[in-house]
């Protein structure tokens, strides 16, 4: 029997280098890559092994006889892609990334942020050469938004962090958490201290609807929704009137999906996840029963992608509901790689609905022109659109019919954007730092030694997978710079860093602090049912990063017998 891979998957792209009959596809490399929902395995050519997920780093690949019921349909997702991209018989490999070579010294490289883009630009790092990764975030705890983007009910999404755990044991990546570029330590410094600094420091705003009533009370951005529920310490003292039958989201990405879920799941299914315990109370008092997403396009537009879109059929006690009024197109002349997508909408149509189900409602071709009250939030008032084609493209274009839903609460998600960072250049207009290929660019010139990945590179899209390979050819710009002697040699060492940073930020977060940090949480976890309870104030996490950051756990240094 083959092996299926199904709705978690990340598009890391790790299982495409194991497989030993090479039928995983897309690979990076080719054009869809980029721009895939998720990878597939040919169960024509699958012989069967299991390699693919025993490399999976988020579990996200089982043989056909264990699927679930709410994963059996990607027994023909798998099949089905490959009928419309049949496997090719002879795939060029893709050549192996260049290796520092012997003898040019030990590379020193700082990496600022700790999310998966930051995380896998050291791990590639550490394979490639002679090195030493010392790990920034202003935050006490690693991984990003792994930790504080991912929904708590994607448990197995979360679990990508076990593989930067295992790949960081060693002391050549040194962790300093709970230390901010720009107030503790200067960019320059790090220069002085590292031959290449890598800026991978994310997206964390929104993007702004630019429409009155934006800012009233109850109107709040998804980006800080989510780090609210997820127990982000900036956002852990927010509350959110949850009080109303109905909220309303604008923006029809995962995203939107991820909180329409959280706010209408069944608390005491949260109850076994890490949601942050403030928010497990208010989502226990919450009168939310119907939430509301509103798409600027069609279905077939639409910005969530079908992976997630489908795993909202087997929620528990809540009804998907989408009007036919909204599906007028017929399923059979869509694009096939579409068709699931569209497919899936007609079936939420079709579907009997139970009154005493909670609902998440999805209202296409919409364009919000207000948010309406005194001051809190009343309502949304908003414009139906209608598909037009401009320059070959189908664009949403308003009509003069409007429609005002009643509504306490509105999130906004309409996307991430990246900020300025202190020292370097920034493209405001995309929100992103100037680059090509990771060398960050000033007025067109590369700036020796400084490189970005991730959001804060190629602006906030794609999942957590996708910046492995956006990591990996920022490394290539870095190893090929080292390589041809244009970095310049730091004039500090490991020593007169730490000396530094712990003259500037006493008790600062090391590995061990880390690690008294995460078996804190799981310890609390365990005795619960649940895989970690979250601190989520600094003062919290800080107080048990001290119980055991001296003495510290000695990290291992050599390599393994």
Known sequence: MAYVITQRCCNDASCVAECPVDCIRPTPGQPEFATAEMLHIDPDTCIDCGACADACPVDAVFAVEELTASLERYRDINAEYFERHPLEAELT???????VPRGLGTLRVAIVGAGPAACYAADAILQRADAQVELFDRLPTPWGLV???????????KTVSAMFESAFRRDTLQYYLDVEIGTHITHEELLAHHHAV?????????RRLGIPGEDLAGSVSATEFVAWYNGHPDYADRGYDLSGERAVVVGNGNVALDIARILTLNPDELARTDVADHALEALRASN?????????????????TTPEFLALAHLPNIDVVVAEDDLHLDAEAIDPALRLKYTLAEEYARARRDPAHKRIVFRFLTSPTAVLGTDHVSGIEFAHNELVEENG???????????????????RSIGYRGRPVPALPFDDRDGVVPNERGRVLADGEPLPGVYVSGWIKRGARGVIGSNRVDSEETVDQLV??????????????????????ESRRPGFVDRAGWQAIDTAERTAGSATGRPRVKLTTRKALLDAARDRVHPRTPAITTAAP
């Open 288 to 304: 939310i029963c119907e939430v509301v997403i509103l798409g600027r396009r069609g279905p077939l537009q639409a910005a969530y």
């Open 147 to 157: 930790r504080a983007g991912v929904a708590p009910d994607h448990a197995g999404t």
């Open 393 to 411: 493209q189908l664009v949403a274009g308003a009509t003069d019919r409007t429609e005002t839903l009643e509504t306490g609460l509105v999130l």
């Open 93 to 99: 490999p893709a050549p192996a990334p260049a290796r």
């Open 198 to 206: 890598i800026y991978a420091v994310g997206a964390a705003t929104d």
């Open 480 to 501: 090929a710079d080292f390589t041809a002697g244009r970095l310049a040699a730091p004039a500090r060492g490991r020593p007169e860093l730490r000396e530094l940073v």
